[in-house]
């Protein structure tokens, strides 16, 4: 599926979402070529991260012949006329358990007791699950079989379940703990991933206070940075830094210096248009590879993008809706193929309601899917709000972002949209 925000904008025109998409493509190149490297983690420190190259098994699984079951160890043809109303009855030889060696090798007429995973004893080649034995009342040292076994039953050999050589975990996977759990098996400690962009995160704005503590006029509480420390996480970023500033020149440069320090990519949320306190674009605008001018995007038109000390910044706005609509429509594609991570693609739907929207600008409506019950029909997407960039509750209410391309100015219920899950 084509998303229409990445049709080319007319020359002279406000980039659309998909070419402000490449600029910053293009801008974050280092930590792109930087992230296709792979670094080796001890296993305990790889979940969710991307496996770089595949994990192939260095040994056969299971290693040796054991046990499936705790039961009895016997030859099968002892037991082949084995049944609950003639029980065989055998020798026990001895005991063994998981962790053990073999034990002793069980002959005609005789049984070792064994639990599961313990290795097979010699001379033996199937297993009697102990509930289908039964202790010989006349002695203690035999046990009575009352079901038949053949030969391989209850028994685990060699490369049944992996051969050395077998991709196990192919490269691209993102690792869960069941990933994990198979290299454990095969005697991995470490895996070959790739490594985590390293990302800092600063909110500006004299009226931001953090959650919690009282306001004064004017004031509201601070949620952008929390927002996209949490985002970037989502997306396998490690978070470095989550800071918040004024609209102080010297704060602010003292922020980015903070937050660049040790990291791949700094995002400020923020300051970024044309008012008089833009400390962001004050600041950062005509360094190398600066770029401070709106996108025919609704919401999150202005937009930014320059470098610090080496280190690349992305700009957004700072209104809570426009950040994260930007985070979501324009970064996290980005941060996405740095980590290895597959792309979230749109998936159709059908509105459920009219809406309106203005010309000349790609939109993005919050909204929330509604699948109906019949499982072959399209979801219908059900818009959560209008499209002002103060209405944050909305977002809360939202799971996909509708698009609604910049040359339409309205569309009827029923109609096919692309939704972009959130």
């Not at 070419?19 to 070529?33: K, N």
């Not at 034995?133 to 039953?153: F, K, Y």
């Not at 990519?265 to 008012?275: E, K, P, Q």
């Not at 706005?317 to 324009?330: E, R, Y």
């Amino acid at each position: 599926m084509t998303n229409q925000s990445d049709r080319p904008s007319p020359s002279g025109a406000r980039p659309t979402p998909g070419e402000y998409r490449d600029l910053v493509r293009a801008h974050l190149a280092p930590m792109l070529a930087r992230a296709a490297k792979s670094t080796r983690l001890p296993l305990v420190a790889c979940p969710d991260s991307v496996l770089a190259r595949d994990l192939r098994a260095a040994v056969d699984l299971p290693l040796f012949v054991n046990s499936q079951m705790d039961g009895y160890a016997v030859r099968s043809v002892d037991v082949a006329a084995a049944s609950a109303d003639a029980p065989v009855r055998l020798r026990v030889v001895g005991a063994v358990h998981a962790g053990q060696g073999p034990g002793p090798g069980v002959d005609d007429d005789e049984a070792c007791k064994i639990m599961t995973g313990a290795p097979l004893p010699e001379g033996a080649d199937c297993v009697v699950p102990v509930e289908d034995t039964s202790p010989d009342p006349d002695d203690r040292s035999a046990v009575l079989v009352r079901a038949p076994r053949t030969r391989g039953e209850f028994v685990r050999r060699p490369g049944e379940d992996v051969r050395a050589g077998d991709v196990v975990i192919p490269a691209g996977v993102q690792l869960e703990p069941r990933h994990l759990a198979a290299a454990a098996s095969l005697g991995e400690s470490a895996l070959d991933v790739r490594p985590r962009p390293r990302v800092g995160v600063v909110a500006t704005g004299s009226e931001l206070v953090p959650p919690g503590r009282p306001l004064a006029p004017g004031q509201i509480w601070e949620s952008n940075s929390l927002t996209l420390a949490a985002a970037l996480k989502a997306c396998g970023c490690e978070v470095t830094a989550t800071l918040t500033c004024s609209d102080d020149r010297a704060e602010f440069t003292a922020a980015l210096d903070s937050a660049a320090g040790d990291a791949d990519l700094v995002v400020t949320v923020g300051a970024v248009s044309m008012g008089d306190a833009e400390v962001v674009r004050q600041v950062l605008d005509g360094r190398e590879g600066s770029r401070f001018a709106p996108i025919s995007m609704q919401p999150g038109g202005p937009q930014g993008m320059s470098t610090w000390r080496g280190t690349p910044v992305v700009c957004l706005p700072g209104n809570p809706v426009s950040a994260m609509v930007s985070f979501t429509v324009l970064l996290r594609p980005v941060i996405l193929e740095a980590v290895g991570r597959a792309p979230i693609r749109p998936v159709p739907a059908r509105l459920s309601r009219d809406v309106t929207s203005p010309a000349g600008k790609a939109q993005y409506l919050r909204a929330t899917l509604i699948y109906p019950d019949d499982s072959a029909a399209q979801p219908a997407a059900t818009p959560v709000s209008g499209p002002g960039s103060h209405l944050v509750a909305s977002m809360a209410r939202a799971d996909v972002l509708v698009e609604i391309p910049a040359d339409v100015t309205s569309l009827e219920a029923d109609t096919e949209v692309e939704a972009l899950p959130l």
